[in-house]
């Protein structure tokens, strides 16, 4: 559907007539034909550096959460209760998930001519959400190393090790 409006006849400052139409808005809607390739070039350009631009700002969206998520990770405490449990199961499993649907979240964003499900298309953006995943499953791995859930230290192995019989015992 596109709407047919008459620039002429608006009462619109000279400075602004020469905007591209706003997307939704048929190019033949600005009163005039020619300069209209150049105007739907600008346009796809345009949307093209604002898709872009979007696909940043997913991209970095797990690291702008890592500051709330350090905070409630703090104000859990550092004991094993089921509140604390439960975000450091939700800082474990959100990167996995996040990182199953990497394709999809970046769907939206990509060019028109490519496929949105390559992993050629947008490898900056995919590559710094992958990172940033990573730092998400690194603060939820500190944090389990912190409540002490993760092997870390000798004693942990113990059931593990195995034993050298003594020098004092002579087998005969």
């Known amino acids: 559907m596109s709407?047919?409006?008459d620039y002429a006849?608006?009462?619109v400052p000279s400075k602004w007539r020469n905007l591209p139409p706003p997307p939704g808005f048929s190019?033949?809607?600005t009163g005039s034909s020619k300069g209209t390739s150049k105007s739907s070039t600008a346009v796809t350009a345009s949307q093209e550096a604002l898709k872009e631009?979007?696909?940043w700002d997913v991209a970095i969206a797990p690291a702008k959460s890592l500051p709330m998520q350090a905070f409630m990770l703090y104000m859990s405490g550092g004991g094993?209760?089921?509140f604390s449990m439960g975000i450091v199961f939700m800082l474990l499993f959100s990167p996995f998930k996040n990182l199953a649907s990497t394709n999809a979240a970046f769907?939206?964003?990509a060019p028109a001519k490519s496929d949105a499900n390559s992993l050629s298309t947008l490898p900056l953006q995919?590559?710094?959400y992958f990172l940033c995943n990573m730092l998400t499953l690194a603060l939820g791995l500190w944090k389990c190393r912190q409540m002490g859930l993760l092997p870390t230290g000798t004693g942990?192995?113990?059931a593990f090790e195995t034993r050298a019989s003594p020098p004092e015992i002579f087998l005969h």
């Open 3 to 5: 709407v047919k409006l």
């Open 9 to 11: 006849n608006l009462n």
């Open 27 to 29: 190019s033949s809607s």
């Open 53 to 55: 631009k979007r696909a």
């Open 80 to 82: 094993v209760q089921i």
């Open 107 to 109: 769907a939206s964003f």
């Open 126 to 128: 995919k590559i710094v």
């Open 156 to 158: 942990d192995w113990l």
